[in-house]
Structures are given as C-alpha cells and as structure tokens.
C-alpha cells in the first residue's frame, strides 16, 4: 500500500482538531472518508497513530513522530508547489490568504470578483478571522499572506509589512438612536446605558472600550453580541439600540446612505488604524500572491482617493 501526501496532510489536520468530525468537516470529506484514509496510512506504516477516545483523538508516541516529519514534508511540498508557480507566473496557481474582519467587509468581494474575471485560472482559499488568529496560522506557514488592521497587536519582527491606507475605527449607531441626540460632555455618561455589539477584539481595544464605558476590566464591559461577521453586527446595530463597534470603511455603504451614523467618541486619539499586508519576511511570495496584493492595493486606493462632489445640473 502506498503512502500519499494526501494522507499525510489528513493525519496532520485530524492531530491538529483533535476530533473526527471536525477534521472531516475542515478537507471537506465525509467522516467515513477520513476514517479510511488514516486506516490506510496506519496499515501502509504498520503503526497505530491515533488513541480514539470519547473525548477526541490523541496522536500515539509513534504518532507524534510520524506527525512531526509529516509536517516537514507537507511544508516542503507547499515550497515546492511555490516553486511551480514562480515559473509558471500568475495566470495558474493557488492563494491561500487570510483577511481580518473589517477589511473583509470593505474589500473582500470585489477582490473576488475582480480575480474571477481576470485571472480565471487562479484558485483563492481565504480565511476571514481576527488578526490574532491570523497571525497563529501565519507562524505555521498555512496563509500565503494576510491583510488586518493591526493596531493593537503589532506583527513580530520577521515579518514583512506593507502598509495600505489607515481604517479607522469608532463606535456608531442607527440613524434616530437616543445617543445621537446627547451633547458630547454627557455622552460618556449616557453611552453606560446601552450594549455593545463587537467582534472578537484585541486586550487593547478592550482596554479603550472600558475607559470609555467607565469599567475596571474587559468582562465588565456590556457586550450582547459578538461574532466575526460585521454584516450580522451591522445588522443588530441598524434594528435596535445596540452601539456597534467598527471601522468606517467596513460601514461606508450604510453612513453614506445615512442608515448608521458615528458618535462623536474617537478610537483611538489619532482616529486611524495601522492596517498592512504582512507575511513571513523569509517566504518568497508566488506571483499568484503579489498579483492579488496589486490587486488588494488597487481597490483599498480607488476607496480611500477622495471623491469629487457631485455637480448640481444647471437651471434652464
């Protein structure tokens, strides 16, 4: 029976969740499809690699061993695959990027529209998470590349940074909600009265919100909704009191229309945002990766160039 780098990257998954189910679910194979396919690579090596529990999968001893050249050689064929693609050039290839949750509300889906229609031949696998978690998977060389905000956890120094233009963040609510009509020296006080609604957020942007919600810890803080999806969070915020915790530009449809509106409270003092494409600093990057980083800076430019005012047609 011959061993495949397919099964290698299915023993690898299953040790890293830890369960079935799980591992199944994130290669997009049926349970039973996994079970067969560890089988076979325990019957191909002659070893047991996994203890089945109830409560999850644990690698054996001669488990770890073959997980830890397993993974050597699936990152060898991930350079390899690389490789491939720097000589081929951008019209094939795969990306794997990762896109923190505010940007990806503001640019996500014209950067896969625009690659569908001019670059075909690509393939895009993206993860769309907080700029902490993003960051663990850079470390394990699973993202190409991500684009976050990256205010309050600066990238390690090994990684490359290429800024793009600040987001900016701040709190905001439905147009019509009781705060918009506080003046600014009581708002501090009023804000108390109502929930937040917020992604997964950094201990530093936690630390903005309890001065600003008047708390001594993050867990005092009256979050009712937090998730990574801006569209739901959006949502809460447009039909009911509910504060929302944002940036404007993954919001811009709904403040031009009017629909949402910021209140006059400045996150942080300087009002911008460290936003950037980071990446390991020693991986050389395909030209499938830096063609949709080009294409990456072109939309966040075209959103951030100001925009002339409208003209008034003329009067016969």
């Known amino acids: 029976m011959t061993l495949s780098i397919r099964s290698l990257q299915h023993f690898a998954v299953l040790a890293e969740e830890k369960h079935f189910s799980r591992a199944a679910q994130r290669l997009h194979l049926t349970q039973s499809a996994l079970t067969r396919s560890i089988q076979a690579l325990e019957a191909s090596l002659g070893l047991v690699l996994v203890d089945r529990a109830s409560t999850g999968v644990v690698p054996t001893q001669a488990g770890l061993t073959v997980l830890e050249r397993a993974q050597r050689i699936l990152g060898e064929t991930r350079d390899l695959r690389r490789e491939a693609e720097l000589i081929r050039g951008h019209d094939t290839g ?13 640019f996500l889906s014209p950067l896969l529209v625009r690659i569908a229609r001019e670059h075909p031949g690509l393939s895009v696998h993206v993860e769309v998470e907080s700029w902490q978690r993003l960051l663990d998977k850079l470390l394990q060389d699973k993202l190409d590349f991500a684009v976050a ?28 909600h009781p705060l918009q009509g506080v003046a600014r020296p009581r708002l501090r006080a009023a804000l108390g009265q109502y929930r937040l609604a917020a992604t997964d957020l950094p201990p530093r942007a936690r630390d903005y919100l309890a001065r600003l919600y008047q708390v001594a810890r993050h867990d005092e803080l009256p979050i009712a909704f937090e998730c990574d999806s801006v569209a739901a969070l959006r949502d809460v915020a447009l039909g009911s009191d509910v504060v929302l915790f944002c940036t404007r530009e993954a919001i811009a449809a709904e403040l031009a229309q009017g629909l949402l509106a910021p209140l006059p409270l400045a996150y942080p003092a300087t009002g911008q945002l460290t936003h950037s494409v980071i990446h390991r600093a020693r991986r050389t990057l ?9 294409l990456v800076q072109e939309l966040l430019a075209d959103a951030a160039a100001p925009r002339a005012p409208a003209k008034k047609p003329r009067r016969r």
């Open 149 to 176: 905000v990256t205010h309050s956890l600066p990238p390690p120094d090994d990684f490359a940074v290429r800024p793009l233009p600040p987001q900016h963040g701040g709190l905001f609510t439905r147009a019509g």
């Open 286 to 294: 395909s030209p499938t990766a830096e063609r949709v980083i080009e």
């Open 94 to 106: 795969r990306v794997s990027l990762g896109v923190g949750v505010f940007p990806a509300a503001g």
